[in-house]
C-alpha cells in the first residue's frame, strides 16, 4: 500500500522560502515519477514541478527559477525548495507519485496515481 506524507508548509512573508517534503512508503522513489501539484481556494488544481523517473525534471511557468525539485532516493523523500515566495504561490500543496513511466507533461497533468493529503502554504504580501 502506497502512503505519502507532505510536511513543511506554513506561513511566510513574500520573498521568503519554504522547504516541502514527501515522504514515501511502499514505493521506491528510485524508479517513480512523481510530482508537486497546488490548489488555491477556488481554482483547479495545477502541477508545479515533477520529475521523471529519469530525473528530468519540468516546472510550471510560473515558478521557474524560483522552485526546485529534488529527491533522496535512500530516504524515499521527495522535495520543493520554494523560494522568492509570492502571495499568488498561496494553497494546498500536494505530493503525488506513479510507477508508470510517464512523460514530464504528462507528469505535470497531474495524470499519477498517487496522492498526499496535502500541506497548506501561506504567503503573505
Known amino acids: 500500500q502506497v502512503h505519502l506524507v507532505e510536511s513543511g508548509g506554513g506561513s511566510v512573508q513574500a520573498g521568503g522560502s519554504l522547504t516541502l517534503s514527501c515522504a514515501a512508503s511502499?514505493?521506491?522513489?528510485?524508479?517513480?515519477?512523481m510530482g508537486w501539484f497546488r490548489q488555491a481556494p477556488g481554482k483547479e488544481r495545477e502541477g508545479v514541478a515533477v520529475i521523471d523517473s529519469h530525473g528530468t525534471a519540468r516546472y510550471a511557468d510560473s515558478v521557474k527559477g524560483r522552485f526546485t525539485i529534488s529527491q533522496d532516493n535512500d530516504k524515499n523523500t521527495l522535495y520543493l525548495q520554494m523560494n522568492s515566495l509570492r502571495p499568488e504561490d498561496t494553497g494546498m500543496y500536494y505530493c503525488?507519485?506513479?510507477?508508470?513511466?510517464?512523460?514530464?507533461?504528462?507528469?505535470?497533468?497531474?495524470?499519477?496515481?498517487?496522492w498526499g493529503q496535502g500541506t497548506q502554504v501561506t504567503v503573505s504580501s
Open positions: 511502499g514505493v521506491p522513489y528510485s524508479s517513480a515519477c
Open positions: 503525488a507519485v506513479d510507477e508508470r513511466w510517464l512523460m514530464t507533461k504528462t507528469i505535470l497533468r497531474g495524470e499519477l496515481t498517487y
